[in-house]
């Protein structure tokens, strides 16, 4: 099954686990590998990491009647989160990775949030 996503990628299945590219289905099929052979442990995927939580203000309320009602919470910006399409350990270290084709501007930020936030270097495949 092939249908086309952002940047011309060409989603693919394997295992029944659908990827966004050739390129990341091909990285777990060896990551899956090393982790069978012992190389790496605990291989996840689609890893999420809070960078910046949801930002709200207090926000006052009134009833139909115009009547005040307790202040509530109000969202003004929605988090900000970035997704590692690979998180393992390798002899003790956690690596983050990310297959990579493009590099937005908005993942070169998430990049730099993330060594920032979490001290962790992105490894780009």
Same mark, same amino acid.
């Given at each position: 099954?092939?249908?086309?996503? /952002? ?11 659908? %990827?966004? #590219?050739?390129?990341?289905?091909? *990285?777990?099929?060896?990551?899956? !590998?090393? $982790?069978?052979?012992?190389?790496? #442990?605990?291989?996840? !995927?689609?890893?999420? %990491?809070?960078? =910046?939580?949801?930002? @709200?203000?207090?926000?006052? +309320? ?25 998180? @393992? /350990? +390798?002899?003790?270290?956690? =690596?983050?990775?990310?297959? /990579?084709? %493009?590099?937005?501007? $908005? @993942?070169?930020?998430? *990049?730099?949030? !993330?060594?920032? /936030?979490?001290? =962790? ?5």
């Amino acid at each position: 099954m092939a249908n086309y996503h /952002k940047y011309n990628n060409k989603k693919v299945i394997v295992n029944g686990i659908k %990827f966004d #590219s050739q390129k990341e289905a091909k *990285r777990y099929q060896e990551l899956s !590998m090393f $982790e069978k052979a012992g190389v790496i #442990s605990g291989l996840q !995927m689609q890893v999420k %990491f809070l960078l =910046i939580p949801t930002q @709200y203000e207090i926000a006052e +309320r009134y009833g139909k009647k115009g009547q005040k009602l307790p202040s509530g919470k109000k969202c003004v910006e929605k988090e900000c989160s970035y997704y590692a399409d690979f998180v @393992y /350990k +390798r002899g003790g270290e956690t =690596i983050v990775e990310d297959t /990579k084709g %493009f590099k937005t501007p $908005e @993942y070169i930020i998430k *990049r730099k949030l !993330m060594l920032y /936030k979490y001290g =962790i270097k992105i490894k780009e495949v």
